[in-house]
């Protein structure tokens, strides 16, 4: 048996993880990441995706990921027509990271019934945020908060901690 601890995971292991989640919270059929090509700018990669591949779930995906990575602003589609005639919704979401659109987060739902709203917006854009804190930028997380010692005692000569000690 070997007990050697595996590598930890990848970019696209988290941010798969992070989809699925944000399909079974938003009730969502498809959840897909992309992030902007280190050589390319003005290209974009899919990193990762949850539910129906992105061809089938939002066929011209690309002109609302052009606007969002452009403007920086989330963007949505209210109806459209889908593959197979199906009524679709597609919300877009950027990740911005010192104030440029570093890649967007993209839900669509095809059925009819389900509509996205500023909830779901809200969700889309803290999800946003949770992924460039935890997997895109961790570096630039702000430090955890010291606890203060407004509200501590120097301990008294003669005592060991810092408050009053039970008479014996």
Do not use: K, Y
Request: charged share 25%; hydrophobic share 40%.
């Amino acid at each position: 048996m070997n007990w050697d601890l595996c590598p930890g995971a990848s970019l696209v292991d988290l941010a798969t993880i992070e989809l699925r989640r944000i399909t079974d919270v938003l009730q969502v059929d498809h959840a897909s990441l992309f992030l902007r090509d280190g050589g390319n700018p003005e290209r974009t990669i899919a990193v990762a995706e949850a539910g129906l591949p992105s061809g089938e779930a939002m066929p011209e995906r690309c002109l609302l990921l052009e606007q969002v990575l452009q403007t920086a602003r989330a963007a949505q589609v209210e109806r459209f027509e889908g593959p197979g005639g199906a009524c679709c919704g597609a919300l877009a979401s950027p990740l911005v990271h010192h104030g440029r659109a570093v890649g967007a987060l993209l839900v669509v739902t095809r059925r009819a019934s389900r509509r996205l709203g500023a909830i779901d917006s809200e969700v889309v854009q803290r999800a946003t945020r949770t992924l460039v804190e935890r997997f895109i930028a961790p570096g630039d997380r702000p430090e955890p908060h010291r606890i203060s010692d407004r509200f501590t005692r120097a301990p008294a000569p003669g005592q060991r901690g810092g408050g009053r000690e039970l008479a014996r």
